[in-house]
């Protein structure tokens, strides 16, 4: 999926009163309620990632959620971590059950919680 593709989707599947998000490479993403009060809205959303990001074996982190969207195709897949959520593209699986597309997605969050790359910021702050 293109940069832009993972872009267009994120931004329809979240609710759009949120309006203070980070992207990071793999499609995980984080929300920030308060962004106003943050310094640096990419800094902390780096210090999260890595934080909350990576996976291990019978830790929190292997938790998740799937969540159906109906904006845009796809999932969302959320677990540890307030407000990191990750975005999975029907054209990145042939099985779609639940529990694949929650692997999957955990799968995705791992990568960017061990490399985390920001690709977009939105803000309300212009």
């Known amino acids: 999926m293109s940069k832009e593709n993972l872009i267009k989707n994120v931004k329809l599947a ?3 009163k949120y309006q203070d ?5 793999n499609g995980t993403y984080i929300i920030f309620d308060n962004a106003d009060t ?3 809205i990419n ?3 780096i210090k999260q990632m890595k934080e909350f990001g990576p996976v291990f074996a019978g830790g929190p ?3 998740f959620n799937t969540i159906h969207l109906t904006q845009t195709e796809g999932w969302i897949v959320s677990g540890h971590g307030y407000g990191m959520y990750t975005y999975v593209s029907p054209s990145e699986l042939e099985n779609t059950d639940d529990l694949q597309v929650g692997m ?3 799968s995705k ?3 960017d919680g061990k490399n985390p790359e920001v690709i977009y910021i939105n803000s309300r702050k212009k």
């Open 38 to 40: 943050i310094k640096s």
């Open 104 to 106: 999957f997605g955990r």
């Open 109 to 111: 969050r791992d990568l």
């Open 43 to 45: 800094h902390e959303a």
């Open 21 to 25: 998000w980070v992207l990071f490479k």
């Open 14 to 16: 979240i609710n759009p």
């Open 61 to 63: 982190a292997g938790d």
